[in-house]
């Protein structure tokens, strides 16, 4: 399979500060998305997670470069810089800038907060030191600036700099001293403090600086070009402070600039606009009978809290507000809404009265502090004006002719339908609230357009932004059922389910070149450039018969469980790249390829449904039997493949199928000459891997 680095991870582990790591994800995100996943990993992730085979740019925020040490000297160094000399690249930010020097000198000679030595990644081939201006507070912003940078245009490309001079936010950063005398080593500086500085620095005065590394190549600032202004609060400075926020505003046009340019130096491919800080949309909650949607909200009666005449689900996540149709009055409901929200939540909760909820501003968002207001459709479904990107009539007309058209099914799986336009994550807002999510029932199905804040395994996010099917179902699995039906297996019921919903779309899409990746993903066998020739599914190959190297990620799943009484509670996500060029490919894409017409969300969600319900419906009678196993296995990726067992020395085996009670992969070990030795080993995945053929542990049986 073609392993594309499309993740951007960001470190929110041991020594980052949570404000940098979302200054981080909030202006990379604006400038990456949507090609690629902007996501945070943890330390414990990057330790023992193969995460470098996907990421595009691996980036050290903000924090105390000395804790970054303690956690991460020895292994977590060597696979960061091997993963930087094998082609990736490497972006630190003030802290993360002493940390990828040769040396740190920060406050020599100040008994409190003194910090000297040497560096084990060493990418800046000399010292780091610091302050470069004075005045620095941990944990505060009383010592923050606003410090004048020149750029290098030569180095970045005069075309992509608005200002050869700007100011950026300055927090506790050092200078990179002598870097002009390190040119023959590679390194080049990309920007320079111009105002005196409070330590010997050298002629450069580098507060940016370059450097090729291996195949990879690293960038390390002292400044902060990743905080936006609009993101900075003028209150939590001292006097002045107010003062280094308007400068930063003034120069945020050639901030942006200069880090984008600095991103393309980095290999990486910058969005076309950057992507706006979108606002949550309200939930739409809606049956092909409206009077089935009457009963459900009925059946919450014991989770609704009412004030002042207006009800809310207050979940352990998020709260809910459950809207009526008619006109609502604004000062009534910010006085109901502190009832239920603490008072730091009210404002974002209630600013606005339109379809959106207020940001203030494009700015960073707690989106978990937002109220979420659900409109619940008791008389007639949505109208196409109040959801204008999903068309409630053309989904439950495609779901009613699927359930028809099935026979074995009664179309409980999407039933139910909550969709917004624009929501955190359809498995959190399921998930993480239990008190609403125990009322649901099997087959309950969120659906959105755009997900702001996905979920994957990991730090394995999956980006789904317009364009992307995103839904989450839910279904209930009887403890009795385990023995003969484990709940282990129904990740790989929803992999088929979605398999099938496309290849029985509508006839002709069976060509669809779409095939199941153990454990949970979904892969396409990628469009040819114009100058292949023909091959199998009337696309142009590189040879006759694909292989898993011809194959891209369009998708994945992700299932949520947890166990109360005699049943598990399952939320099973999925998100699939229907309409998108980025990152991989798109399912429209491959439609295009074989001149067929492109995918209709509302068809395509109905038709994985219905499938799931019957694959599910099957599976909980008859467990996972041959038959299953055999329809599964016709749409992997994975008959007779050769995997290298790292962990078990560099032992081979041949896959040969997965395993009856756990679902592991069931492989032959082979031996000279990649002869069958005649052992069975099941194999599992260690951690949360992202690379099949990486982290897997052998098990004999």
């Known amino acids: 399979m073609v392993i594309k680095r499309v993740n951007v991870l960001v470190y929110a582990g041991n020594g980052s500060t949570v404000e940098s790591v979302r200054h981080c994800l909030f202006t990379l995100r604006r400038l990456l998305s949507p090609n690629y996943a902007i996501i945070p990993i943890s330390h414990q992730s990057l330790l023992t997670e193969p995460w470098t085979a996907t990421c595009a740019l691996l980036v050290f925020p903000g924090g105390a470069d000395l804790a970054y040490c303690r956690t991460l000297n020895g292994d977590g160094n060597r696979k960061i810089s091997q993963y930087v000399n094998r082609g990736g690249a490497y972006l630190g930010f003030c802290a993360g800038g002493y940390y990828g020097s040769q040396r740190c000198e920060f406050e020599v000679g100040d008994p409190r907060m003194e910090v000297v030595g040497a560096r084990e990644l060493a990418f800046f081939p000399g010292t780091c030191r610091g302050l470069a201006f004075p005045g620095f507070v941990y944990g505060s912003e009383a010592g923050a600036l606003a410090v004048e940078l020149k750029v290098n245009r030569e180095a970045l490309g005069p075309e992509t700099i608005s200002k050869e001079v700007f100011r950026s936010y300055y927090n506790g950063g050092g200078v990179f001293v002598d870097a002009e005398k390190c040119r023959e080593q590679g390194v080049e500086v990309l920007a320079s403090y111009t105002e005196k500085l409070n330590v010997e620095a050298g002629e450069a005065k580098a507060a940016v600086v370059y450097r090729k590394i291996g195949e990879g190549n690293i960038i390390l600032t002292g400044p902060h070009p990743e905080f936006a202004g609009i993101n900075l609060d003028k209150k939590n400075g001292g006097p002045d402070y107010s003062k280094v926020v308007d400068a930063v505003?003034?120069?945020?046009?050639?901030r942006s600039d200069f880090l984008k340019a600095c991103l393309r130096k980095l290999g990486l491919k910058i969005a076309k606009e950057e992507t706006p800080v979108p606002s949550l949309s309200r939930l739409h909650l809606s049956s092909h009978n409206a009077s089935d949607v009457s009963e459900l909200v009925h059946s919450w009666n014991e989770i609704i809290t009412t004030v002042d005449g207006e009800e809310y689900i207050k979940g352990e996540n998020d709260t809910f507000h459950l809207e009526k149709p008619a006109a609502w009055s604004m000062g009534s409901l910010k006085k109901a809404v502190s009832a239920v929200l603490p008072s730091s939540t009210t404002g974002s909760a209630t600013e606005s009265s339109d379809d959106s909820d207020a940001s203030s501003g494009d700015r960073i968002i707690d989106y978990n502090s937002v109220l979420k207001r659900l409109l619940a459709h008791e008389t007639e479904l949505p109208a196409n004006k109040e959801t204008p990107f999903f068309n409630h009539h053309a989904f439950y007309a495609n779901l009613n002719h699927y359930v028809r058209t099935s026979r074995d099914i009664e179309g409980e799986f999407g039933k139910y339908l909550l969709y917004g336009e624009v929501v955190t994550s359809t498995n959190t807002m399921?998930?993480?609230?239990?008190?609403?999510?125990n009322l649901l029932p099997t087959g309950f199905t969120m659906t959105a357009t755009t997900?702001?804040?996905?979920?994957?395994?990991?730090?394995?996010?999956?980006?789904?932004?317009?364009?992307?099917?995103?839904?989450?179902?839910?279904?209930?699995?009887p403890m009795s059922l385990t023995v003969t039906a484990p709940v282990v297996f129904v990740q790989y019921l929803?992999?088929?389910a979605i398999v099938r919903g496309i290849h029985t779309y509508e006839p002709g899409y069976s060509k669809i070149p779409v095939r199941l990746k153990w454990p949970n993903d979904i892969y396409a066998l990628a469009p040819p450039s114009p100058d292949e020739k023909?091959?199998?599914?009337?696309?142009?190959?590189?040879?006759?018969?694909p292989v898993p190297s011809d194959f891209v990620k369009i998708g994945g799943i992700l299932v949520n469980s947890s166990y109360v009484g005699n049943e598990y509670t399952l939320v099973v996500g999925i998100g699939l790249n229907t309409a998108n060029h980025a990152p991989t490919t798109s399912l429209n894409a491959l439609a295009a390829a074989e001149r067929l017409p492109p995918f209709q969300m509302e068809k395509l969600l109905a038709r994985i449904l219905t499938c799931f319900e019957s694959i599910y419906t099957r599976f909980r009678l008859t467990g996972w039997n041959t038959e299953l196993e055999a329809l599964y296995l016709q749409h992997w990726l994975h008959s007779d493949q050769i995997v290298t067992l790292e962990t078990e020395g560099g032992v081979k085996a041949r896959i040969r199928g997965v395993t009856r009670d756990w679902g592991l992969l069931l492989a032959e070990e082979l031996g000279w000459q990649d002869r069958p030795t005649g052992k069975l080993v099941?194999?599992?995945?260690?951690?949360?891997?992202?690379?099949?053929?990486?982290?897997?542990?052998?098990r004999k049986i």
Do not use: M
């Not at 399921?430 to 999510?437: D, F, I, R």
């Not at 730090?459 to 364009?467: E, L, T």
């Open 249 to 254: 505003n003034e120069n945020d046009i050639a």
């Open 430 to 437: 399921l998930e993480k609230n239990n008190k609403l999510l």
């Open 451 to 477: 997900q702001l804040c996905g979920r994957g395994r990991g730090s394995n996010v999956w980006v789904s932004p317009s364009g992307s099917l995103v839904f989450s179902t839910v279904l209930r699995h």
């Open 494 to 496: 929803a992999a088929l």
């Open 534 to 545: 023909k091959g199998p599914y009337g696309l142009s190959r590189r040879n006759s018969n």
């Open 682 to 698: 099941s194999l599992q995945s260690d951690s949360n891997s992202f690379d099949f053929f990486k982290g897997l542990v052998k």
